[in-house]
């Protein structure tokens, strides 16, 4: 029983970025389905969008910004770099988007755009540079070419697709 819970454990640390993606939308539906009826497209948007803003941004980028800072070493061989000065860098730029991510979970509709246009342009510019090591570094190390190239495109897509939705169908009125 404590080697599952020590794989899983590494399992869903290891892979942080689908794990607080995976959790925002857990905890989005169990607040659309907390939500008095009856249920109205713009309600699940909401829900979906807020929590997917304060999970895939708010706390990802956070405990990036506890890697990258405090475990440097181990961040930079989980994803196939050296060790170096611009682990500070990625972090504390990783707490500046986790800071605005928070403020924009359940904030207007513009902060909320800022927090997912922010975080898509750092996501997918790691995503090409993902790409660019795989091919000419032929870097495969888990923290490059395993789950987070993947989120890397994933976490953008969500929040651009939300706040489409969101755009197009408006918040719930109070």
């Known amino acids: 029983m404590a080697e599952l819970i020590k794989t899983s454990l590494i399992f869903v640390l290891s892979n942080f970025s689908l794990s607080f993606l995976v959790l925002g939308g857990v905890v989005a539906l169990a607040a659309i389905a907390r939500a ?27 405990y990036n910004f506890v890697c990258h800072v405090f475990f440097g070493q181990f961040t930079a061989a989980f994803i196939g770099w050296a060790q170096s000065p611009f682990q500070l860098e990625v972090g504390t730029a990783s707490l500046g988007f986790a800071i605005v991510g928070f403020l924009a979970a359940f904030g207007s509709f513009d902060l909320r755009l ?13 995503a090409a540079g993902h790409v660019y090591q795989m091919a000419m570094a032929h870097n495969f190390a888990p923290g490059n070419a395993g789950t987070i190239f993947y989120t890397d495109i994933a976490i953008p897509l969500i929040g651009l697709g939300l706040l489409w939705l969101q755009k197009r169908w408006g918040r719930p009125q109070a």
Not at 114 to 126: E, H, K, N, R, W
Request: proline share 5%; no cysteine; hydrophobic share 65%.
């Open 36 to 62: 008095p009826g009856p249920l109205r497209r713009e309600v699940v948007v909401e829900k979906l969008l807020a929590w997917h803003v304060f999970f895939a941004i708010g706390v990802a980028y956070l």
């Open 114 to 126: 800022a927090a997912v246009i922010g975080s898509a342009a750092f996501l997918l510019g790691a």
